[in-house]
C-alpha cells in the first residue's frame, strides 16, 4: 500500500514551511548517497515568479535542506537542469538559489557540466538507455516538484521533473527510464502555490516514497487523467496509486483548484499569412512578429 | 525638395518597424542599413534596402546620409548618436534616448556642435487614445488637474507560459540597459507627464524586485508639476503576464469637475478594431488612397506617426516635437527617481576628457 502524506499550512512563513518539511521528512528514510549527499530536484525550469505555482517555492526548498542539513552527516544539494528556454544558472540565480547557497551550507550542483553515466533501462515493453548526469546517480534524490498543469504531459510532479533532468525533452519512456534508474528516497510535493491555468496559494505540501503516486495523485488534483498521461499509463504493470491520503483531504484539494484552461501557444502561421496577404493587398506595413526571421539578440 | 537619405541603424524588431515606416513618409529613402546579425540584414533587403553592413560604423563613414535611426541596443546609443551627429546626420533615436543623463548630455552636445537635429522615439503620446486625453485636457475638460496615475505594466524580457522564447541575454543586465523598469518604461511615463504638465520633479520614488534581478522591475514615482502644481503617480513593471493585443497600460486625469481616463478613448476591443481599420485600409488602397500604416495593430502606428514627425521636422528645418532636449530631460528624471529610490543601477558610463577617457560615476547618472 502507498500513502500520500500531507499537511496543511497556516501560512507560507518560513516558520510554517519548515514545520511542515520537517513533518514529511520524519516519515522518510532520506539517507545520504553514494557521494554523501542528498540531492533536491525542485522546479526551476524557467524564472516564473513563485506565487505563480509554476516553479517550486524556493523558501519551501530552503525549508527542506535546512532540515536535512540539521540532520548529522547530509550534505545537501538543489539541482537544476538547464532547459531550452533559459541555463541553469541564471534560472536559479533570478529564483533565489544563489543566495540560499550563500547563506547555507547547500551546495548548488551544476547539471550541466557533470558527467554522464549511461544506463539501459529494462521497462516492462522495452528496453532505453539514457545518459544520467552523475548526481542524480550517485546521490539520494529529492524531487520537490510544485502542483502545476503541465502542457505536454498533463501534470509534472516528480516524475517528469526526473525526466527533464536528464533529458531536455524526454519521452514517456525516457522519463520512466530516469525514474527507475534514480530511484528517488522520496519526493515533495509542493502546493503553497499552485498552477491549475490560474495561480492559487494553496498552502499545503504532500509527500511519499514513491514518486509514482505523488504524481498519480497530482494528476487527479490538477484534473488531469492519470491514464491519460503517456508516462503515467498502466506504469510498469504495477498499480502505483496511493490508496492512503493522510494529513490533508485530497478532494478538498481538488475542489479548491482553478479549473481554467492552461494558456496554449498559438499556432500563429494563419495570422502570420493572413497579416501579410493584407498587407500585400492594403500596402500596409507588417509588424516585425509576422515577418518572421531576425530578432534583438 | 530633395529626397531625405536615411541609414537606419539596427533592423531587429523595433528597427524593421522604423525601416518599413521611413518607406511610406514621402520624399524619404532608406539607402542604407546595419545589423550584426545576417538574417536581419536579409529581411532588411527584401525591402529593397540597397546595401547592408555589419557594423554601424561602417555605414556611417561610408554613406552619405541626411539622416539615421539608432536602433540599437541602449547601450550603443550614446556612442551611435555622438558618431552620427559627427557624421552630420540628423539622428531619431529609440528610447532610452541614453542609459544616463551623462550620455544624453553628450548626444545632445555632439548634436549642437554639427548643427543637426535630434529626435527620441516617445511613443505613448503618439498613442490615439493619449492625444485624445491631452486634447480633452488641454480643452480644460475636467478643470484643473491635482492628481493623476499614470502607469505602465508589462512581461519585461520573460515571457508568460506557454514560454515560446528563450529568455534573452542582454535585455538583463543593467550596464547593456541603463536600470530595468524605469529606463525602459518610466522614460515613456516621465515624457507623457511633461507633454502635459511641463516641467516636473521627482518627489519620491520607490523600487522593488519580484525576482533576484540585477535591476528594479517595479518602480512607482511620485512627481510635481511646478507649471500646474498636479501631482502625478507613475508605476511602471517589467512583472505582468501580458496577453496582446491587450495592454496594461492606462493615464487617469482626476480633475476638479470629473475624471478623465485613457482608456475611454480606446477601441473597446482591439481585435475588432484590427478588423475594422484593416478593411477600410483596403478600401483605401483599392481606391488610390494609401492606408492608414500599421493603424490595425494600434499600439505600432504611434512609431510611425513619432517617425514621420521628426522626418517632417527634420525635411522642414525645424525643432522635432520630441527632440533632443525631451530625451535628455525624461533620462534625467529617470536618473533622479534612482536616486530618490536609493537604488543605482550601477552603469559606469566613460567621459571624454583631455587627456583620454576615464570612468565617470558623474553627480547625476
Redesign the interface.
Given at each position: 500500500m502507498t500513502t500520500v502524506h500531507g499537511a496543511k499550512l497556516t501560512d507560507l512563513s518560513a516558520e510554517s514551511l519548515r514545520a511542515a518539511a520537517e513533518s514529511l521528512l520524519d516519515r522518510y528514510d532520506v539517507a545520504p548517497g553514494g557521494d554523501g549527499r542528498v540531492v533536491l530536484l525542485p522546479d526551476a525550469h524557467?524564472?516564473?515568479?513563485p506565487s505563480t505555482g509554476?516553479v517550486t517555492n524556493p523558501e519551501f526548498v530552503r525549508a527542506v535542506a535546512d532540515v536535512l542539513a540539521d540532520r548529522s552527516d547530509v550534505d545537501v544539494g538543489v539541482a537544476c537542469p538547464s532547459t531550452?528556454?533559459?541555463d541553469a544558472e541564471?534560472?536559479t540565480?533570478?529564483?533565489?538559489y544563489?543566495?540560499l547557497t550563500e547563506e547555507t551550507d547547500v551546495d548548488a550542483i551544476d547539471l550541466d557540466s557533470a558527467d554522464r553515466r549511461s544506463r539501459t533501462v529494462h521497462l516492462t515493453r522495452e528496453s532505453v538507455t539514457i545518459d544520467v548526469p552523475g548526481p542524480l546517480a550517485e546521490g539520494a534524490v529529492v524531487p520537490v516538484p510544485t502542483l502545476r498543469h503541465d502542457?505536454e504531459f498533463g501534470v509534472a510532479a516528480g516524475m517528469v521533473t526526473l525526466g527533464r533532468a536528464v533529458v531536455a525533452s524526454p519521452s514517456p519512456e525516457e522519463i520512466r527510464a530516469a525514474v527507475r534508474e534514480i530511484d528517488p528516497v522520496a519526493t515533495l510535493l509542493d502546493g503553497s502555490y499552485t498552477y491549475t491555468g490560474e495561480p492559487r496559494k494553496s498552502r499545503f505540501v504532500m509527500g511519499a516514497e514513491n514518486v509514482v503516486a505523488v504524481e498519480n495523485l497530482a494528476a487527479l488534483l490538477v484534473g488531469a487523467d492519470p491514464e491519460g498521461a503517456p508516462h503515467l499509463d498502466s506504469y510498469e504493470g504495477e498499480s502505483n496509486r496511493p490508496t492512503a491520503v493522510e494529513g490533508v483531504s485530497a478532494r478538498e484539494i481538488a475542489a479548491s483548484l482553478p479549473r481554467k484552461e492552461?494558456?496554449?501557444?498559438g499556432d500563429d502561421r494563419a495570422m502570420r499569412l493572413g497579416y501579410k496577404l493584407?498587407a500585400a493587398?492594403?500596402?500596409?506595413?507588417?509588424?516585425?512578429?509576422y515577418?518572421g526571421?531576425?530578432?534583438?539578440? | 525638395m530633395n529626397e531625405l537619405q536615411i541609414g537606419i541603424l539596427g533592423v531587429g524588431n523595433i528597427g524593421v518597424v522604423h525601416l518599413q515606416n521611413a518607406r511610406t513618409v514621402d520624399g524619404v529613402a532608406v539607402e542604407a542599413v546595419a545589423d550584426a546579425l545576417p538574417e536581419n540584414r536579409r529581411r532588411a533587403e527584401t525591402f529593397g534596402v540597397g546595401r547592408t553592413y555589419s557594423d554601424y560604423e561602417d555605414l556611417l563613414r561610408r554613406e552619405e546620409l541626411d539622416a539615421v535611426i539608432v536602433a540599437l541596443p541602449p547601450f550603443l546609443h550614446a556612442e551611435a548618436a555622438t558618431l552620427a551627429a559627427e557624421e552630420g546626420c540628423h539622428v531619431f533615436v529609440e528610447k532610452p534616448f541614453a542609459r544616463t543623463a551623462e550620455e544624453a548630455r553628450r548626444i545632445v552636445d555632439a548634436a549642437d556642435r554639427a548643427g543637426v537635429r535630434l529626435g527620441v522615439d516617445h511613443t505613448i503620446r503618439y498613442q490615439t487614445e493619449m492625444q485624445r486625453l491631452k486634447e480633452r485636457y488641454d480643452e480644460g475638460a475636467v478643470g484643473h488637474v491635482p492628481l493623476c496615475v499614470l502607469s505602465r505594466i508589462n512581461n519585461g524580457p520573460f515571457g508568460s507560459p506557454p514560454v515560446t522564447e528563450p529568455v534573452p541575454t542582454w535585455q538583463l543586465d543593467p550596464e547593456a540597459t541603463g536600470g530595468g523598469a524605469l529606463i525602459d518604461l518610466g522614460v515613456h511615463l516621465f515624457d507623457v507627464l511633461e507633454w502635459f504638465f511641463g516641467d516636473v520633479e521627482v518627489c519620491h520614488a520607490e523600487t522593488t524586485r519580484q525576482l533576484d534581478l540585477a535591476y528594479e522591475d517595479a518602480a512607482t514615482v511620485t512627481v510635481k508639476s511646478g507649471e500646474t502644481g498636479t501631482l502625478a503617480t507613475l508605476n511602471c513593471g517589467f512583472y505582468q503576464w501580458e496577453e496582446p493585443p491587450d495592454v496594461n497600460m492606462y493615464f487617469r486625469l482626476d480633475g476638479i469637475t470629473d475624471t478623465l481616463r485613457s482608456e475611454q478613448f480606446m477601441p473597446n476591443n482591439l481585435l475588432a478594431h484590427a478588423g475594422r481599420s484593416a478593411v477600410e485600409n483596403v478600401a483605401k488602397r483599392l481606391t488610390g488612397g494609401e492606408p492608414d500604416y500599421f493603424e490595425p495593430t494600434y499600439f505600432y502606428r504611434a512609431h510611425y506617426r513619432a517617425l514621420r514627425d521628426f522626418l517632417l521636422a527634420v525635411r522642414e528645418n525645424r525643432r522635432p516635437p520630441v527632440s533632443g532636449e525631451e530625451g535628455l530631460k525624461t533620462v534625467e528624471l529617470v536618473s533622479d527617481a534612482y536616486d530618490a529610490a536609493g537604488f543605482d543601477p550601477g552603469v559606469e558610463t566613460e567621459t571624454e576628457t583631455e587627456t583620454g577617457t576615464a570612468a565617470d560615476g558623474g553627480e547625476r547618472r
Open positions: 524557467y524564472p516564473f515568479h509554476l531550452e528556454w533559459i541564471r534560472a540565480r533570478f529564483l533565489g544563489d543566495r502542457a492552461p494558456r496554449r501557444a493584407y493587398v492594403s500596402g500596409d506595413n507588417t509588424p516585425p512578429q515577418l526571421g531576425g530578432d534583438d539578440e | -
